[in-house]
């Protein structure tokens, strides 16, 4: 059994790793190019959860969980050069923490939300649950890493001063700080990958309920 949803390990494992890595990397001035590969965990949860049910979905989750925190371990003993003569790790503590606790809670309560509504229209319980997840994921990841709240447990690090720099949001609306817009980018991404994901939601459900007959 275990070897029927090994793809799935697998995919969610090159999900996880990829986006650690590309949320490096800047795409325009309010998203990582990780905010487009990131959303694929929750398909990969989804199409595990329909197809092999929730307890197959969250052993998936969990091992997504291990591959993110060892990839968060390897980033904080990286240093990168930030300024002249000034270095600091590629990914601080309180980002790790970000990362893992937003990506784990997020991903089961998708899980939770997706058994409730998995005897509705087929669509139903992968846009939802998706949708939900990854509202909560973007809150706990972006609030945790950048926001002045939180300091008092983290302490200030270098990130601190840049994102909560006064700005326009998206450039466009009220002012606030710089991570509250890349929260909102970041999760109208979630959104758009939310509704196109519901394509190869289908066809890979519709694969593997045939395997398994």
């Not at 800047?26 to 694929?40: D, E, H, K, R, V």
């Not at 929750?42 to 969980?65: C, E, H, Q, S, W």
């Not at 649950?129 to 709240?149: E, K, R």
């Not at 690090?157 to 970041?186: C, E, K, R, Y």
């Amino acid at each position: 059994m275990f070897r029927i949803y090994l793809p799935g390990i697998i995919s969610m494992a090159i999900i996880v790793v990829t986006s650690n890595i590309l949320v490096q990397f800047l795409y325009g001035n309010w998203l990582t190019y990780g905010a487009f590969t990131y959303p694929l965990a929750f398909l990969v949860t989804d199409v595990m959860n329909r197809a092999y049910g929730p307890t197959v979905a969250r052993k998936i989750v969990f091992f997504g969980f291990l591959t993110g925190v060892i990839c968060s371990l390897i980033g904080t003993q990286i240093m990168i050069e930030l300024d002249k003569d000034f270095y600091a790790p590629a990914v601080t503590f309180r980002i790790a923490i970000a990362s893992g606790s937003g990506f784990l809670l997020a991903q089961l309560l998708d899980i939770f939300i997706f058994t409730k509504l998995k005897d509705r229209s087929w669509w139903h319980a992968p846009l939802v649950s998706s949708i939900i997840g990854g509202a909560l994921d973007t809150v706990i990841f972006f609030a945790v890493s950048f926001s002045i709240a939180v300091v008092f447990i983290f302490g200030v690090d270098h990130n601190t001063d840049f994102m909560n720099q006064i700005v326009p949001i998206l450039g466009v609306g009220g002012d606030a700080s710089l991570w509250i817009s890349l929260a909102v980018a970041d999760y109208l991404v979630k959104l758009s990958l939310a509704l196109l994901c519901l394509i190869p939601f289908r066809l890979l459900v519709a694969q593997l309920m045939t395997r398994k007959v």
